[in-house]
């Protein structure tokens, strides 16, 4: 076997180590961890939206939407997931039901999804790193973030997780430009097929727009043609477009304009909250990557990473409003500057052999710790609470639907439906997997005129009345649901009791009790029948 053999299968097992901790990492008890967090209902509720026929927005008076922001965020994120899912038959497929263990699988499924892009991350990572800084660094980076505990929050099925696989290959091919610089067309496809990827990037969730100076610094870099950066930007600036297109096709847009406002003008912690989380999560990692940035500004004064971090960091302390899971776009860059420090480790030393084994070491320490903090976080069982709400909903619709006529138990069809009052985090499911004829109305606020059915089932969790009447807080309105929830009767209570067993006082679980608004951990279902 020649030497070059030997070399590609080396690399071919270096690359094999990182993938397959990524795939343990990511698709251990999808169902059990991370918490079920109430964005990802909301982005499966739109995707379902759009596997029933009834396109990518949802409108206005559409009783499961928010009335009064509809336009959020552009379309691809569940344009793909319904993409991806309806193809396998989503989710007739796994023959739903109305028991926790089936409410289990509807989550599943999708959350699998999201842990096989995060597998396809960590190979895109490998490669951009190996191709820009080398194996050993490339190694490091991918092994950090694979199993480093931060990179948990990828499991969770929201947009970020869904944009982080196109940006990372939108990097790639335009690296790979220079290989093709000479052969004429070809290197103007990969630089439009770069440009679809970021473009569909953008598409999904639009502050990645911040990223454009990277990539046309990569493909400048590599081929000196600027004529080549005019043909990625073209696809880049036109896909997003689609998205106020579409609200101006169908008169909207008017509220896509408000939609946009609200979301820049919405106001928390900012950035400085949001990295106070991550550091909360993963205090090695963000140490290593403050130190591992600084030496490649300062030191090495590498564009790469300056331009990966500094734009997206700018806009996000100007923007007011972010979440601690927005940065997820630098979680590669946290990894490469940290694996760029260490992999510099070895030039601190005189003896070249020892130099070069030192890295690998320093990684397996501190991706031991990494793996060991995530085996205990991703072991954990956080999410039943949620299956058994969702649950609970479904049977008592379904017990609505149907009744007896008289003592001999003969069943009758309810045709007129119930109205279900609750959040629509709790509902999308009774609604788009449950209720396929459409006989119920479901509703995440509530005008008392407009209610039409006898029957009324109430999903009541802490500022029931408030959340409920938010759209129309008007006294009589208030009133008006203040007397149903009094006249109706309590059918059951479910609690959440695994919030319990979080040692709330001790790394790593106290890093889980201050991401999010306070849980809920007690719903109530009445009914005034």
Same mark, same amino acid.
């Given at each position: 076997m020649s030497r070059y053999s030997h070399r590609s299968n080396f690399r071919f097992v270096l690359l094999?180590?990182?993938?397959?901790?990524?795939?343990?990492?990511?698709?251990?008890?999808?169902?059990?961890?991370?918490?079920?967090?109430?964005?990802?209902?909301?982005y499966l509720r739109k995707t379902l939206h759009v596997l029933s026929g009834l396109g990518p927005q949802e409108k206005s008076d559409e009783l499961l939407s928010y009335p009064l922001h509809p336009y959020t965020h552009p379309y691809f994120g569940q344009l793909f997931l319904a993409a991806i899912l309806g193809g396998i038959g989503y989710p007739d497929s796994i023959n739903p039901s109305v028991e926790p263990s089936s409410i289990k699988e509807i989550f599943l499924v999708p959350r699998m999804l999201i842990g096989i892009l995060a597998i396809l991350d960590t190979f895109l990572l490998f490669k951009i790193t190996e191709r820009r800084y080398g194996t050993t660094t490339a190694v490091i980076a991918s092994i950090l973030f694979a199993v480093m505990p931060l990179t948990w929050l990828i499991r969770r099925i929201w947009l970020e997780p869904i944009q982080l696989p196109f940006l990372l290959a939108s990097i790639l091919v335009a690296m790979y430009l220079k290989d093709y610089e000479s052969k004429g067309r070809i290197v103007y496809v990969l630089g439009t097929v770069s440009g679809v990827l970021f473009g569909l990037a953008i598409f999904t969730k639009i502050p990645?727009?911040?990223?454009?100076?990277?990539?046309?610094?990569?493909?400048?870099?590599?081929?000196?043609?600027?004529?080549?950066?005019?043909?990625?930007?073209?696809?880049?600036?036109l896909i997003p477009l689609l998205w106020p297109l579409f609200a101006i096709l169908n008169g909207e847009y008017d509220q896509w304009v408000d939609g946009l406002l609200w979301q820049s003008e919405r106001e928390n912690m900012g950035i400085t909250g949001a990295f106070g989380k991550l550091f909360a999560i993963d205090p090695v990692l963000l140490l290593l990557t403050l130190?591992?940035? /600084?030496?490649?500004?300062?030191?090495?004064?590498?564009?790469?990473? =300056?331009?990966?971090?500094?734009?997206?960091?700018? &806009?996000n302390l100007l923007s007011g409003y972010v979440s601690y899971w927005h940065p997820v776009p630098l979680f590669p860059a946290f990894c490469i500057g940290s694996a760029i420090l260490i992999s510099k480790i070895s030039k601190l030393l005189p003896n070249r052999k020892i130099g070069k084994v030192l890295p690998y070491v320093f990684v397996l320490g501190i991706g031991t710790y990494g793996l060991i903090v995530t085996i205990m976080l991703v072991t954990l069982n956080l999410t039943s609470f949620h299956y058994q709400v969702i649950s609970g909903i479904a049977?008592?619709?379904?017990?609505?639907?149907?009744?007896?006529?008289?003592?001999?138990?003969?069943?009758?069809?309810?045709?007129?439906?119930?109205?279900? /009052?609750?959040?629509?985090?709790?509902?999308?499911?009774?609604?788009? =997997?449950?209720?396929?004829?459409?006989?119920?109305? &479901?509703?995440n606020y509530y005008n008392g005129e407009d209610i039409a059915t006898k029957k009324v089932i109430l999903v009541v969790g802490k500022d029931f009345v408030n959340d409920m009447t938010r759209d129309n807080h008007t006294k009589y309105n208030i009133e008006k649901l203040r007397q149903l929830l009094t006249k109706s009767d309590l059918l059951t209570v479910i609690k959440d009791n695994q919030s319990n067993s979080l040692q709330d006082n001790k790394y790593p679980f106290n890093s889980l009790t201050n991401l999010d608004p306070n849980p809920i951990t007690r719903i109530e279902i009445h009914t005034n029948y």
């Open positions: 094999l180590i990182p993938i397959a901790l990524s795939a343990f990492t990511h698709l251990w008890n999808l169902d059990g961890f991370p918490s079920i967090y109430r964005d990802e209902d909301h990645i727009f911040t990223l454009i100076p990277l990539i046309i610094y990569v493909i400048y870099s590599n081929s000196k043609n600027w004529k080549l950066v005019g043909t990625w930007l073209a696809p880049v600036v130190a591992g940035t /600084l030496y490649a500004v300062v030191k090495a004064r590498d564009l790469f990473i =300056i331009l990966w971090f500094v734009p997206f960091i700018l &806009f049977n008592q619709i379904q017990n609505a639907n149907t009744g007896s006529i008289s003592d001999d138990s003969k069943e009758y069809t309810n045709k007129n439906g119930v109205t279900v /009052l609750g959040t629509n985090y709790w509902l999308w499911i009774p609604k788009y =997997i449950f209720d396929r004829d459409g006989i119920n109305e &479901f509703r």
